[in-house]
């Protein structure tokens, strides 16, 4: 019997070697096919999209600074699509006790950044030629929005771009990136150009820092301590906002959070 023990335990190691050796094979073998099959610039773009999308919050940062930062909502959602592929996005901010008057309202142009440029996602802010026929645009039912084909034609004056890129291993964000230096004209409040900085999250949070500044350099509008926090409100309130063939949030921040091998 204890031959046979023996050969019994020899024969059930050889196994173990032999399903270990497989396993170590096959994750070889899936990391080499994920580094020769990179992701197309268009999946930047699109899970950029996505997670600007929803209904967000500033609230617990102005719980935590009242002095320098208002609870504002800031909702987004699809509005259009362009001939190449590029999202359309209308954003509109509001003070959370009255969310039907919002104070901002652009939109938003996500799509790949020029091959010549070293980002992964363009987000560019346009002016709306007529404001008031897009308010509360999300919370509309579809059918009473301005049609895609009349969202592309009310896109006006180019604001401001932001590029964006992939953060790299170890960072609590998934992209970001800001205006390119000397940012972009403005004069709202006596400024003379505004910049802007952009960060995406894990679960779905965003960090938006608009500034303008005077001739001198002087800061006149924005926040001066850092950007405005935007959390998501529960998913059963944003759900209508998204497409329906989106998948979850959930799923693709973490294919996202491991994945440093997006390019083009």
Same mark, same amino acid.
Request: glycine share 8%; aromatic share 10%.
């Given at each position: 019997?204890? *031959?046979?023990?023996? &050969?019994?335990?020899?024969?059930?190691?050889?196994?173990?070697?032999? &399903?270990?050796? +497989?396993?170590?094979?096959?994750?070889?073998? !899936?990391?080499?096919?994920?580094?020769?099959?990179?992701?197309?610039?268009?999946?930047? *773009?699109?899970?950029?999209?996505?997670?600007? *999308?929803? #209904?967000?919050?500033?609230?617990? /940062?102005?719980?935590?600074?009242?002095?320098?930062?208002? @609870? $504002?909502?800031? !909702?987004?959602?699809?509005?259009?699509?362009?001939?190449?592929?590029?999202?359309?996005?209308?954003?509109?901010?509001?003070?959370?006790?009255?969310?039907?008057?919002?104070?901002? /309202?652009?939109?938003?142009?996500?799509?790949?950044?020029?091959?010549?440029?070293?980002?992964?996602? #363009?987000?560019?802010?346009?002016?709306?030629?007529?404001?008031?026929?897009?308010?509360?645009?999300?919370?509309?039912?579809?059918?009473?929005?301005?049609?895609?084909?009349?969202?592309?034609?009310? $896109?006006?004056?180019?604001?401001?771009?932001?590029? +964006?890129?992939?953060?790299?291993?170890?960072?609590?964000? +998934?992209? #970001?990136? *800001?205006?390119?230096?000397?940012?972009?004209?403005?004069?709202?409040?006596?400024?003379?150009?505004?910049?802007?900085?952009?960060?995406?999250?894990?679960? @779905?949070?965003?960090?938006?820092?608009?500034?303008?500044?005077?001739?001198?350099?002087? /800061?006149?509008?924005?926040?001066?301590?850092?950007?405005?926090?935007?959390?998501?409100?529960?998913?059963?309130? $944003?759900?209508?906002?998204?497409?329906? @063939?989106?998948?979850?949030?959930?799923?693709?921040? &973490?294919?996202?959070?491991?994945?440093?091998?997006?390019? #083009?």
């Amino acid at each position: 019997m204890g *031959s046979e023990e023996s &050969k019994g335990w020899r024969k059930a190691a050889r196994g173990l070697v032999v &399903k270990t050796v +497989l396993v170590a094979a096959g994750a070889l073998l !899936l990391k080499r096919l994920t580094r020769s099959t990179p992701r197309s610039r268009w999946d930047h *773009s699109r899970f950029v999209a996505l997670s600007l *999308s929803g #209904e967000k919050f500033s609230r617990e /940062q102005a719980a935590r600074d009242p002095d320098n930062y208002f @609870n $504002i909502r800031l !909702l987004t959602c699809p509005a259009a699509e362009m001939v190449d592929g590029s999202k359309v996005l209308y954003m509109e901010q509001a003070f959370w006790r009255t969310p039907n008057k919002p104070f901002r /309202q652009r939109f938003w142009l996500v799509k790949p950044c020029p091959k010549e440029l070293k980002c992964d996602v #363009e987000v560019s802010s346009y002016a709306i030629r007529d404001m008031e026929e897009y308010k509360n645009f999300c919370d509309r039912p579809k059918d009473q929005r301005p049609l895609p084909e009349e969202v592309i034609s009310d $896109i006006g004056e180019n604001l401001s771009t932001v590029l +964006l890129k992939l953060c790299g291993r170890g960072k609590r964000c +998934l992209y #970001e990136g *800001s205006t390119p230096p000397g940012g972009f004209p403005n004069s709202w409040n006596g400024a003379a150009y505004c910049t802007s900085e952009l960060s995406v999250l894990k679960n @779905n949070e965003i960090h938006i820092w608009d500034r303008g500044y005077d001739d001198h350099g002087q /800061q006149v509008w924005g926040p001066k301590g850092g950007p405005y926090e935007f959390k998501p409100a529960p998913a059963s309130s $944003i759900g209508h906002l998204l497409p329906l @063939n989106f998948p979850p949030l959930q799923a693709m921040d &973490k294919n996202m959070e491991g994945s440093y091998l997006l390019q #083009e």
